[in-house]
């Protein structure tokens, strides 16, 4: 099963996490389709773009997952609609494709992880609907060991 020409089913929902504490990640129909609509507006027209393969670090979590990874609360990869893309394949840097989806593309949340001014460590992305997208863009740094973000 796809999620998407360029994303398995595997691949949208590994997690050596859960497979070490043994917790079920598998998306309900809800989540795939939501996980299937990012991967339409956001995965499919970046990874075109660059003509690269792009590495996943992380998509669907589900609930008991996002907990016991430490995740927000109310994070969106819980729904399926956020995915952390890295550019660990060597085909085009974070920055490059964080500039790309700010400048072309539709998205709810877009953020620069950590990293400096030069490249993020990784990026962030979120899609929920055409009216319902913030198109909010972020910055993740570090301040006495809590995360905070930043508009930009």
Do not use: C
């Amino acid at each position: 099963m796809r999620i998407s020409k360029h994303i398995s089913y595997k691949e949208a929902t590994q997690s050596q996490t859960a497979v070490r504490k043994g917790i079920n990640n598998e998306p309900d129909a809800y989540q795939l389709q939501n996980m299937q609509v990012l991967a339409e507006k956001v995965f499919e027209p970046l990874r075109e773009h660059f003509g690269v393969p792009i590495a996943i670090n992380s998509f669907f979590r589900s609930q008991k997952l996002n907990k016991a990874i430490g995740g927000a609360s109310g994070s969106q990869h819980t729904q399926g609609r956020a995915i952390d893309i890295d550019d660990t394949l060597g085909g085009v840097s974070n920055k490059q494709m964080f500039e790309y989806i700010k400048a072309n593309l539709d998205f709810d949340q877009l953020i620069w992880e950590f990293g400096n001014d030069n490249n993020p460590d990784w990026v962030h992305v979120s899609y929920v609907s055409p009216s319902e997208n913030r198109n909010r863009v972020l910055r993740a740094s570090k301040k006495n060991g809590k995360t905070i973000y930043t508009i930009i």
